[in-house]
């Protein structure tokens, strides 16, 4: 039996969810730490579970999804929290058909604002693999 813990969001109580009931569903699981790197005390980081369809809305909440990981890294900066939810809303208002071309505007965001691998904070690092790893999941679940 597969199995996932996460922690309940409402209780911080350990959750385990039987993955075998969902094998036979055209959804897909996606699992990211609510922490957004905002603090490192520990208390804050929950795990979100989530599930999405592998049809055209897949597409969107996965590359939605992936664009919220990011912003949660830099949220602690206005300037980057809202060029982020510019960046969100650009995805939601675009049509089925072309919603893979949002990577190459997401690459070229990140290019643009976070080139820098170097760079202080360390945001840079960050953001590259998230979109590194996202961008491979989405490759094997929607190509």
Known sequence: ???????????????????????????????SSGNGGGSSS?????????????NDDGKRFHIL????????????DPEFDNLFKKLLDKVC??????LHLRWND???FCLHHFGNIDEENGWSRQILH??????????????
């Open 130 to 143: 998230i979109y590194n790893s996202r961008i491979k999941q989405y490759n094997a679940l929607f190509k």
């Open 65 to 76: 999804a992936t664009i919220e990981m990011m912003r949660k890294v830099v949220e602690t």
């Open 1 to 31: 039996m597969s199995e996932l813990n996460v922690n309940d969001t409402d209780n911080n109580d350990s959750v385990t969810v039987d993955l075998d009931q969902y094998k036979d569903m055209d959804w897909d699981l996606l699992v």
């Open 106 to 108: 997401i690459y070229r």
């Open 93 to 98: 208002h675009t049509a089925p058909e072309i």
């Open 42 to 54: 520990g208390d804050d980081v929950k795990d979100i579970l989530q599930f999405i369809p592998r």
